[in-house]
């Protein structure tokens, strides 16, 4: 090895950022084991024989250790050369997911490999995606303020995210919207954000309100409008047309739009949980996939919030300081579903309360707002545009989740970065950071 790779991990590095990304997978073994862990087993002996979630998220954890130290040894140059072709390899991973892939909890999106370990490659196409985008944006010749290059820059990102939504991993679809913060830092128009903004206000005034009235109260916004505006429009008569064909557009959306979304894209499931997130009930019997699904089963379940409920009673049994560890009744006792991996963070609710849920989430602040210095610090629109990359992306997972498990998001299956089980997962948010911290310690660097 030469004198420049010697280096390499003890030069230019971002040390702040490795101890909290440490911190935080450390957290994540030690709340699986919160939850799996029972006293009548040799804890030690547990944790070595690879047989528990626990044990298997340390083999996991370990794995990761060595890619990111091959990572840091690694030439940065290699990331903005393969960037592209790495794009390609994560789209026909998704694409091969279709024809041998397997189905875990209703999802077509894994692919077996050896040793009973299973690839999502949804979830590593988000560091793919990440470095594609960057690519894309810190070529000489692209002007990110023309409709053409949004457009591409949005087909790269939503790919994926379409790819997702036909293996019904919703969840990880959407997580491919929060590259618009990263574009939104490289010049993407404001109107846009307000335009998707607008529409999640519509959605969910759509949910809350009947029909007629919510049609009634967009007709008084939109007369209003034009009340305020009545001398401009007497000067532009085309201002009028636009107010009109928004109105239209937005009546057209409550009524056929988002129902049509909701009984033949989503499944019944998940319409149900978004449904119960603003306290109104769904009825299956107008989705089109339970529909198919009740003419060879007539005992279709109507699915409920069991879960969200679950997860506030253990959260909420935590109070103010916590249970203390290993003594949470309802974590513990597995009464809250899918415990180790989407609903991780109310094992750290009822073992350590409300100071302990606020001392992690500053964790997460605090390594929030680290990658944004290492964002902001770069030469490189490449480094830059990777960085906000991964800063959507934590940020996202982060949000949702959290809010997820307290009842404020519908339950989409995203997991909580570097605490949730899986390897994949895992995996994917360690070769984000790593990638980063080696693109940072080369910043001096221009790259494209």
């Not at 450390?26 to 030690?44: K, N």
């Not at 107008?286 to 198919?292: G, I, S």
């Not at 180790?340 to 390594?367: H, K, N, Q």
Request: net charge positive; with cysteine; glycine share 6%.
């Amino acid at each position: 090895m030469n004198r420049r790779n010697q280096n390499i991990v003890t030069q230019g590095v971002d040390y702040v950022v490795i101890w909290l990304y440490a911190i935080l997978v450390a957290i994540g073994i030690l709340c699986i084991f919160m939850v799996e862990y029972r006293p009548e087993t040799d804890w030690l002996a547990s944790f070595l024989d690879g047989k528990t979630s626990y044990s298997k998220q340390l083999i996991f954890a370990g794995v990761c250790a060595i890619a990111a130290t091959f990572i840091l040894l690694t030439d940065s140059k290699l990331f903005t050369a393969f960037a592209n072709l790495f794009y390609l390899l994560g789209i026909l991973l998704m694409i091969a997911t279709f024809a041998i892939g397997k189905n875990i909890n209703g999802s077509k999106s894994w692919i077996p490999l050896a040793g009973g370990f299973n690839l999502q490659p949804a979830e590593l196409c988000k560091i793919f995606v990440s470095l594609a985008l960057a690519k894309y944006l810190s070529r000489q010749e692209i002007d990110f303020s023309k409709v053409r290059s949004q457009l591409v820059a949005g087909a790269i990102t939503m790919a994926p995210a379409v790819l997702s939504i036909l293996q019904h991993e919703l969840g990880l679809a959407l997580v491919y919207t929060s590259f618009v913060i990263a574009m939104y830092r490289e010049g993407l128009p404001a109107q846009i954000l307000i335009i998707g903004s607008s529409f999640g206000v519509l959605v969910v005034a759509t949910l809350i309100l009947e029909p007629n009235i919510l049609a009634v109260i967009l007709t008084i916004i939109a007369a209003a409008v034009i009340f305020v505006l009545r001398k401009q429009i007497k000067k532009k008569k085309r201002l009028l047309t636009i107010i009109i064909t928004i109105w239209l557009v937005c009546v057209g959306v409550q009524r056929f739009v988002v129902p049509y979304i909701f009984n033949n894209v989503l499944e019944c499931y998940q319409s149900t949980r978004i449904y119960s997130m603003v306290g109104k009930e769904y009825n299956c019997e107008d989705n089109k996939h339970a529909q198919d699904k009740s003419s060879s089963n007539k005992n279709v379940r109507k699915p409920d919030d069991y879960n969200v409920r679950q997860s506030k009673i253990a959260i909420g049994s935590g109070g103010f300081f916590g249970r203390g560890f290993l003594k949470g009744t309802q974590t513990r006792g597995k009464y809250v579903p899918e415990q180790r991996t989407d609903f991780i963070f109310t094992s750290l609710g009822e073992a350590f309360g409300f100071v302990g849920c606020l001392l992690f989430l500053l964790l997460y602040l605090f390594l929030l707002y680290r990658i944004v210095m290492i964002a902001e610090r770069q030469r490189s629109t490449f480094s830059r545009v990777y960085a906000y990359s991964v800063v959507s992306i934590f940020f996202f997972h982060i949000a949702v989740n959290v809010s997820m498990t307290i009842g404020l998001f519908p339950i989409v299956g995203i997991p909580l970065p570097l605490i949730s089980y899986g390897g994949s997962s895992l995996l994917t948010f360690t070769v984000l950071i790593f990638i980063l911290l080696r693109l940072d310690a080369d910043r001096q660097m221009v790259l494209r």
